[in-house]
C-alpha cells in the first residue's frame, strides 16, 4: 500500500466545468485506488486498452471515475482505455486518465491527469494536475498563461527530461545528453511537459521512439505555446485531433521554437 | 520566481529534537529563499564549498539556516558547504542541506534535506524530507521502520533509479537501463534512496561516477537497511563517518543485498 494521500486538485477559477470535473473525480479515484490496492495489484494489466497497449488496473479505475463525470457533463470522451465515448455533444474531452501509469502503480510520485476540451477538432482549453500535489496548469489556447517557459534558445547549457532510452534510439538520447548541461527521466510525459511550460526545465523529448498517443500530447499541445514555448512532432507530423488512438508521435517541448529546432536536429543526428 | 509553497515536514514523533529542528529550518529557509529569488538566482555560484563543490545561493541560505538551528540544539554539524562546525558536543548532524540543489534552484520539485546524527563516529538516526511535499522519512539505526522495500531480488523486470550518464559512465549506464525494466533519473540522490526504501522503485545506482561524498549518502545508510534493503559503494569502499569531505562513493541502494550484488556486477561488466 501508499500511505500517502492524494490531494483535490488545485484549480484556477477559470477552468472548463467538465474538464474540472473531471480532474476531481481523476484525483478522487486515484487516492481511493491507493488506500484500497497494493502496488502490484494496481499495476495488474485488466484489459487492452483501445489505444492498443495493455491497462493497468489503476488506469482503469481512475478512467471509469472520468467516464462517469464526462457523461454527467454532457460532454464525449476520447481516452486511451476507452475509445471514443460518444455523448452526443460538439465538446469532447481528450483526457490521460493516468500520466505515468507505472509510476502511478509502482508509487513513485510523478503521475498526472492530463485532458483537454477540444471542440468540433479544434483544442480550445487544457489541464493538467500533478496528483501528488494537486499543483495544476491550466490553459486556454491562444491567451497567454501567468507562468511562462525559462525563454532558453540553445541545447548547451539547458536541462532537458527525455523518455528513457529504448533499443534504436541510445544513440540519440545519448546525443542529447552529451550536449545538454542535466537530463532527467521522470517517465510522465504530461509533468514533464508542464514543468517546460513553467520553466522548471528547459525541455522535454521522445528521442524517436514513437510512443506518444494524442492524449499523451494534446495538453502539451494548448499549454506550451501559451507560455511562450513549442510544442513539435521530431518528425514535423501535424498534431491533430483525430479518433485513429494508433497515431503515434514523438513529442518535443521546448522553452522556444529555436531550442525545439535544436533538439530536433540533434536527435535526428 | 516559482509560486509553489515549500510545507512544514511531516515530522514522526519521534524525530530526535535536532534533526526535527534542522529540517523545519530548512523547508522555512528554502520556502522564503523560493519566494526572494528568481532561478538565476538560486542557481548562481556564490562560494566554493568545503567539498571542493561550487555552492549554489539555495545550498548557501538553506545551510545558513542549518547551522543556526544545529548550534541552538547544542550540536556539531557537518556539512557540505560549511564543513565541521564544532559546537563542542558528541553529537554530530552529517546534513545535505539540499539535496538534488539544480532541482531545488530551478524549480523542478525533486530535491530535499536529508541528515543522519551521528554519535562518536556511528549514524544512529537517518531524516530525509522532500521539501515540495514535506512527506518525511525517518529511521533509527538497527530497527525496522514501517516503510519497507519492495524486495526485490533481481534487476530483470526491476525498476531502477540512476544517476546520469557522465563521460566515462555511459556503457555501464546503458547495460542496466537495458537489462532493468524502468529507469528513471530524477538527480536527487537522497530523495531516490529514500523511493528505495518506502518501496516505490527497487534500486538505485551511481554507475560509477564517484559523486557521492558522504551526505550525499549517510541519510540511506541508516534508512535503507532498516527497511530491509541494502546500501553500498560500487568498489566495496567502506563508508564510514569522517571529516575529510574530498572522499567520494559510488553510492548502490537496493531492495534486497541479491539485487544490489546484480547492479553491481551488471555495472562493473
Same mark, same amino acid.
Given at each position: 500500500?501508499?500511505?500517502?494521500?492524494?490531494?483535490?486538485?488545485?484549480?484556477p477559477?477559470?477552468?472548463?466545468?467538465a474538464?474540472?470535473? !473531471?480532474?476531481?473525480?481523476?484525483?478522487?479515484?486515484y487516492?481511493?485506488?491507493?488506500?484500497?490496492?497494493?502496488?502490484?495489484q494496481?499495476?495488474e494489466?485488466?484489459?487492452?486498452?483501445?489505444?492498443?497497449?495493455?491497462?493497468?488496473?489503476?488506469d482503469?479505475?481512475?478512467?471509469?471515475?472520468?467516464?462517469?463525470?464526462?457523461?454527467?457533463?454532457?460532454?464525449n470522451?476520447?481516452?486511451?482505455?476507452?475509445? $471514443?465515448?460518444?455523448?452526443?455533444?460538439?465538446? !469532447?474531452?481528450?483526457?490521460?486518465?493516468?500520466?505515468?501509469?507505472?509510476?502511478?502503480?509502482?508509487?513513485?510520485?510523478?503521475?498526472?491527469?492530463?485532458?483537454?476540451?477540444?471542440?468540433?477538432?479544434?483544442?480550445?482549453?487544457?489541464?493538467?494536475?500533478? $496528483?501528488?500535489? @494537486?499543483?495544476?496548469?491550466?490553459?486556454?489556447?491562444?491567451?497567454?498563461?501567468?507562468?511562462?517557459?525559462?525563454g532558453?534558445?540553445?541545447?548547451? @547549457?539547458?536541462?532537458?527530461?527525455?523518455?528513457?532510452?529504448?533499443?534504436?534510439t541510445?544513440?540519440?538520447?545519448?546525443?542529447?545528453?552529451?550536449?545538454?548541461?542535466?537530463?532527467?527521466?521522470?517517465?510522465?510525459?504530461? +509533468?514533464?511537459?508542464?514543468?517546460v511550460?513553467?520553466?522548471?526545465?528547459?525541455?522535454?523529448?521522445?528521442?524517436?521512439?514513437?510512443?506518444?498517443?494524442?492524449?499523451? +500530447?494534446?495538453a502539451?499541445?494548448?499549454?506550451?505555446?501559451?507560455? @511562450?514555448?513549442?510544442?513539435?512532432?521530431?518528425?514535423?507530423?501535424?498534431?491533430?485531433?483525430?479518433?485513429?488512438?494508433?497515431?503515434?508521435?514523438?513529442?518535443?517541448?521546448?522553452?522556444?521554437?529555436?531550442l525545439?529546432?535544436?533538439?530536433?536536429?540533434?536527435?535526428?543526428?
Amino acid at each position: 500500500m501508499n500511505q500517502w494521500p492524494v490531494p483535490a486538485p488545485n484549480l484556477p477559477s477559470d477552468v472548463h466545468p467538465a474538464l474540472a470535473a !473531471t480532474a476531481i473525480a481523476a484525483s478522487r479515484a486515484y487516492d481511493q485506488a491507493r488506500r484500497e490496492f497494493t502496488r502490484v495489484q494496481l499495476r495488474e494489466e485488466v484489459a487492452d486498452g483501445a489505444d492498443g497497449t495493455p491497462t493497468m488496473r489503476v488506469d482503469a479505475i481512475v478512467e471509469a471515475a472520468i467516464a462517469e463525470a464526462a457523461a454527467d457533463a454532457g460532454a464525449n470522451l476520447l481516452s486511451e482505455e476507452a475509445g $471514443f465515448i460518444d455523448n452526443g455533444s460538439a465538446a !469532447t474531452l481528450v483526457i490521460d486518465p493516468v500520466d505515468g501509469s507505472a509510476n502511478a502503480a509502482l508509487g513513485v510520485p510523478l503521475s498526472c491527469f492530463a485532458g483537454a476540451l477540444v471542440i468540433d477538432d479544434q483544442p480550445v482549453e487544457a489541464l493538467t494536475v500533478w $496528483f501528488d500535489t @494537486g499543483r495544476a496548469w491550466s490553459a486556454h489556447a491562444g491567451s497567454p498563461t501567468p507562468f511562462r517557459t525559462t525563454g532558453r534558445t540553445k541545447l548547451k @547549457g539547458a536541462s532537458v527530461c527525455m523518455m528513457r532510452p529504448k533499443r534504436g534510439t541510445e544513440e540519440a538520447w545519448m546525443r542529447v545528453a552529451n550536449e545538454a548541461d542535466r537530463i532527467r527521466v521522470l517517465c510522465t510525459t504530461c +509533468l514533464e511537459t508542464a514543468l517546460v511550460a513553467e520553466g522548471s526545465v528547459d525541455a522535454f523529448a521522445d528521442p524517436g521512439s514513437d510512443t506518444h498517443r494524442l492524449m499523451d +500530447l494534446i495538453a502539451a499541445l494548448v499549454t506550451v505555446p501559451a507560455a @511562450g514555448g513549442a510544442l513539435l512532432d521530431l518528425h514535423g507530423r501535424p498534431l491533430t485531433f483525430d479518433l485513429d488512438l494508433s497515431r503515434r508521435w514523438s513529442g518535443i517541448a521546448a522553452a522556444t521554437p529555436a531550442l525545439a529546432d535544436e533538439l530536433i536536429s540533434t536527435i535526428l543526428g
